[in-house]
C-alpha cells in the first residue's frame, strides 16, 4: 500500500522560503509515475502547484512557476517542494500524492499524503 | 489555463436521494482527462473518479460519472450518511492542472 507524508516546518516568516518533504512508502519512487504537490488555503479550493518524474521532468503551475522548485531524491524516496518569498496568501494545508497515470500531462491524483497546514506569519 | 465550474455550491440533500452535482469546463476536455474527487473536514481529498467514467479502487458503486465536452457530472445514486462532503472536479487534459470550486453537499 503507498503512503505519503508531508513534513517540514508548520511556520515560515514572510519573505522565507517554504521547504517541504514527501516521503514515500510502500513504492519507490523511482516505480511511480509522477510525483505532484497541491496545496489548500483555509476553507478554500485546491491549487495544484508543481508535478515531478523520477528522471527529473517536472511540470510547474504558470502561476506559481517563478517561486517554486520541485526536486527528488531516489535514493530516500522522497520529492521535495521549495517555495519562494512567502507570503500571508501562501498560508495553506500542502499535499502530496501520486499521478496515477501520465498522458499529455500527469494525470488524476491517488493517493494523497495526509497534509502539512503551513503558516506564513511574522 | 481551463477553468472549472462546479454547481451547485451546495447541495441540500438527506440521506437515500439522489445526488446530481456538475462541473464545467471553459473549454472542451476530453473525458478521459477528468477526475472527480471527495474530500471530507480535516481529510485529504480521495479519488472517486477518473477518466470522466470509472471508479477508483474500492469505490461504491453508487457513485458514477458521466459527461463529455464541456460538461460533466458526478452522481450519488442514493446518498450514505458518509458521502455529505465537500466534492472537486478536477482536469488533466491540459497544463495547468486545475481543479473546480467545489460543491459541499450537506444534510438538509
Known amino acids: 500500500q503507498v503512503q505519503l507524508q508531508e513534513s517540514g516546518p508548520r511556520l515560515v516568516k514572510p519573505s522565507e522560503t517554504l521547504s517541504l518533504t514527501c516521503t514515500v512508502s510502500?513504492?519507490?519512487?523511482?516505480?511511480?509515475?509522477?510525483w505532484g504537490w497541491i496545496r489548500q488555503p483555509p476553507g478554500k479550493g485546491l491549487e495544484w502547484i508543481a508535478s515531478?518524474?523520477?528522471?527529473?521532468?517536472?511540470f510547474y503551475n504558470p502561476s506559481l512557476k517563478s517561486r517554486v522548485s520541485i526536486s527528488i531524491d531516489t535514493s530516500k524516496d522522497q520529492f521535495s517542494l521549495n517555495l519562494s518569498s512567502v507570503t500571508a496568501a501562501d498560508t495553506a494545508v500542502y499535499y502530496c500524492a501520486r499521478h496515477r497515470d501520465y498522458d499529455i500531462v500527469p494525470a488524476q491524483l491517488d493517493p494523497w499524503g495526509q497534509g502539512l497546514l503551513v503558516t506564513v506569519s511574522s | 489555463e481551463i477553468v472549472l465550474t462546479q454547481s451547485p455550491g451546495t447541495l441540500s440533500l438527506s440521506p437515500g436521494e439522489r445526488a446530481t452535482l456538475s462541473c464545467r469546463a471553459s473549454q472542451s476536455v476530453s473525458s478521459i482527462y477528468l477526475a472527480w474527487y471527495q474530500q471530507k473536514p480535516g481529510q485529504a481529498p480521495r479519488l472517486l473518479i477518473y477518466?470522466?467514467?470509472s471508479r477508483a479502487a474500492g469505490i461504491p458503486d453508487r457513485f458514477s460519472g458521466s459527461g463529455s465536452g464541456t460538461d460533466f457530472t458526478l452522481t450519488i445514486s442514493r446518498l450514505e450518511p458518509e458521502d455529505f462532503a465537500v466534492y472537486y472536479c478536477q482536469q488533466y487534459g491540459d497544463s495547468p492542472l486545475t481543479f473546480g470550486g467545489g460543491t459541499k453537499v450537506e444534510i438538509q
Open positions: 515531478i518524474y523520477h528522471s527529473g521532468s517536472t
Open positions: 510502500g513504492l519507490s519512487v523511482s516505480n511511480g509515475l509522477y
Open positions: 477518466g470522466a467514467y
